[in-house]
């Protein structure tokens, strides 16, 4: 089984898409294995963020991130993290296929829903930052 993370990010959880987003997550198969709502400080955002720290988008993705709660899931299935890109469609939800998570909600590249894992490593990272 391999393991990759989903957040569900300020803007859609203050829309209400929280259970629409995990009604989809367990309706492709997904197993939920971990799941918190929080509020990101911004120490543990910027760790979290970390390997974008020298990119210009870094100070208002901190600012984005913690502007309102989240909802971090850890999500388990054979090839989870493609899987779960697949489903959630790319970064800009105006270039997202139809019927993917950022497409149905995200508004922009920047308040785009959700998060996703981009490789197995990260996956293993990323849903260790948030679950033991």
Same mark, same amino acid.
């Given at each position: 089984m391999q393991k990759t993370l989903m957040i569900i990010k300020p803007d859609a959880v203050?829309?209400?898409?929280?259970?629409? =987003? =995990?009604a989809r997550v367990e309706k492709e198969g997904f197993t939920l294995t971990g799941l918190r709502m929080l509020q990101l400080s911004r120490q543990q955002a910027e760790l979290f963020y970390a390997v974008h720290k020298e990119r210009p988008f870094f100070p208002g993705l901190i600012h984005y991130i913690t502007s309102g709660p989240v909802v971090v899931g850890r999500l388990e299935r054979d090839n989870a993290v493609e899987l779960w890109r697949r489903v959630i469609g790319a970064t800009d939800p105006k270039r997202a296929e139809p019927g993917t998570i950022r497409s149905q909600f995200g508004t922009d590249i920047e308040t785009n829903a959700v998060h996703g894992s981009d490789s197995p490593q990260n996956g293993e990272i990323e849903t260790a930052f948030f679950f033991d």
């Open positions: 203050a829309a209400h898409h929280v259970g629409d =987003i =995990i």
